[in-house]
DNA sequence: GTCTATATGACGATAGAC
DNA sequence: GTCTATCGTCATATAGAC
């Protein structure tokens, strides 16, 4: 299944642990500082190479931060991939969100762009970046739409308008309003986001 | 009711409209960038005064965007009170919610402070900033209590959540994302998200 | 390719004339 | 109090030695 990939000399396997380790460490800070706040400076120190050397893996800040957002997309879509295939759609809806709300508790996941954001905005120009968006965004609708056809999921929302929700609830603020009060661990938060998200505040 | 407010002489009138137009800009300013983005050049070119010009009204930028969230939050003071007293709590909740989703989608209102936001630890140090959210959130538990006795609202989740999830919708991401979707309208985004806030995703 | 050192530009804040 | 002009600082990005 997996293209064979050309043996790497010793000098090329360096750079490619390099390359990792840099954009390990932007995903880390970009956790922690937003786009904007985040410096070259931070990354370099964090890596502990000068700045300079940055420049030679990636040519701009933004270039960077585009990589470390491609490679979360990338974990998202194993994620994705990795779900049992039989489960039902709507457990696996819930999966996805609770594993995203998780590492954002963790501070495992890189800020997501949300509405106003600089990252968002830098995000829009650079096609290739937007581009691995499509794969998720497809495989999430199909599991909405059979969520609706099952009854599980309310067939009155247009599909795209569920997706949306569902993006803006694996980055809810709510979470960090909840992480602020102190009074709940990460397990509680989450379950608390979820179950308000598909059950709503209302008695039922 | 109101004390009575000496008389002002022109000049202080002119610096207080000259004030008032500052602050209007900021809070205009901050609904279209973040805090970092936001410029004390943006401002000043914005009012049409210079830069140093605002240094002899405001002492910083903090101090600047400061007086300008706490206008917004006068602002949602006087919006709660205006309401009707004898209205259903829960009706009163949609209401805030949904009146400030308006004013987000018309950029009428400042980046509410999300997670890890410098907006947010900025307002952490001035607590003249903070103070001001105190009587908002005691109104809203109140009209949230009173909802899961009348049995309105889930009464098996702790009101400080409800709350919490109420001021996460009312800065909702998701309203971004249908917003750039550009399928739907202003008050239908709102609607949306008020459905889904309060009845959840799930089929009923 | 990696480093030190620096160019360039933006922003917050201030000095000083009027 | 308002302006023009400027300082100090910090961040992105580059130059040039090794």
Same mark, same amino acid.
């Given at each position: 299944m997996t293209t064979a990939t050309p043996r790497r000399s010793f000098r090329e396997q360096m750079l490619d642990v390099r390359q990792e380790a840099i954009l390990q460490a932007t995903s880390q800070l970009l956790c922690q500082k937003t786009f904007a706040a985040m410096t070259m400076d931070d990354v370099a120190d964090a890596v502990g190479i000068?700045?300079?050397?940055l420049y030679k893996h990636f040519s701009s800040k933004d270039d960077l931060c585009c990589a470390a957002v491609v490679q979360m997309l990338a974990q998202v879509r194993a994620y994705l991939e990795a +779900?049992?295939?039989?489960?039902a759609p709507l457990d696996k809806l819930r999966a996805v969100v609770g594993w995203s709300l998780e590492r954002l508790l963790a501070q495992?996941?890189?800020?997501?762009?949300?509405?106003?954001?600089p990252l968002r905005t830098m995000l829009r120009e650079h096609q290739d970046c937007l581009s691995e968006w499509g794969p998720v965004s497809q495989c999430l609708e199909q599991w909405i739409t059979a969520a609706q056809q099952q009854g599980? +999921?309310?067939?009155?929302?247009p599909p795209r308008v569920v997706l949306h929700i569902l993006y803006a609830r694996a980055c809810d603020p709510a979470v960090g309003f909840l992480q602020d009060a102190g009074q709940y661990d990460d397990t509680e938060i989450v379950q608390l986001v979820l179950r308000t998200c598909f059950d709503g505040l209302a008695a039922r």
């Open positions: 000068a700045k300079a050397s +779900l049992e295939p039989e489960a495992e996941i890189p800020e997501w762009p949300g509405s106003h954001s599980a +999921l309310d067939a009155a929302l």
